[in-house]
């Protein structure tokens, strides 16, 4: 083996007993939780309970339009 | 942005109706111009602009600290909040003597705020908590 093989060997160990060897090598949490998490959190879609809700507040504001102060003063 | 949690449960729940006060007070500005403003309905403005606000704001705390979301939605949890704030409304409206808004006003409103704020928190209050990245 030529002197260069003999230097890199040297650096080798010279590298190994400088860094300690690491033993967190697995991961620290698993992540499927999470991956959960994050798939439950998708954006709320407009579905037709709420469309149901929506055309309830407009048909009573139509009906009572006194009630317009009334919802404004609880917003 | 882990820390503070319950600071920013309140803060998100603040933010809507802060909006919507702004919306109400130029609705009333342009109203008083124009000379179509009750007398004493100023003092009206108390009720949305402290108390509701406040309340949205502790409400949404309230949703978090107790970790409801696993057992109720934000837009049903929502929807129970007219529930306190109506009749709060009214005492306050018959002890402020304000003649636009009585008791059976809010038994008709009643159903109505609870169908708009459950589609404020469902769609408003669920966004700003996400953006402040609570869970």
């Known amino acids: 083996m030529s002197s260069g093989g003999h230097e890199f060997d040297f650096v080798r160990a010279q590298l190994r007993a400088a860094l300690p060897p690491r033993r967190d090598l697995a991961l620290e949490a698993d992540l499927w939780p999470r991956m959960l998490r994050r798939l439950e959190e998708a954006p709320a879609r407009f579905g037709w309970f709420e469309a149901v809700l929506l055309g309830l507040i407009a048909v009573m504001l139509a009906v009572f339009p006194e009630l317009i102060p009334a919802i404004l003063y609880h917003l | ?135």
């Not at chain 2, 003597?97 to 708009?116: G, I, K, W």
């Open chain 2, 1 to 135: 942005m882990r820390g503070h949690p319950f600071l920013r449960a309140y803060m998100a729940g603040v933010l809507l109706p802060t909006w919507v006060l702004l919306l109400v007070l130029a609705v009333y500005l342009i109203a008083h111009a124009g000379g179509h403003v009750p007398a004493g309905l100023e003092r009206a403005i108390v009720f949305p602009m402290a108390v509701v606000p406040n309340t949205w704001g502790l409400w949404n705390l309230l949703y978090v600290a107790l970790r409801l979301r696993r057992r109720l939605s934000i837009g049903a949890f929502g929807a129970l909040l007219p529930l306190a704030l109506v009749p709060a409304g009214v005492a306050l409206a018959a002890a402020l003597d304000l003649r636009f808004y009585t008791a059976h006003q809010a038994v008709v409103a009643l159903p109505t705020a609870m169908a708009a704020y459950f589609l404020a928190w469902k769609y408003g209050v669920a966004f700003l908590n996400r953006a402040v990245e609570l869970r």
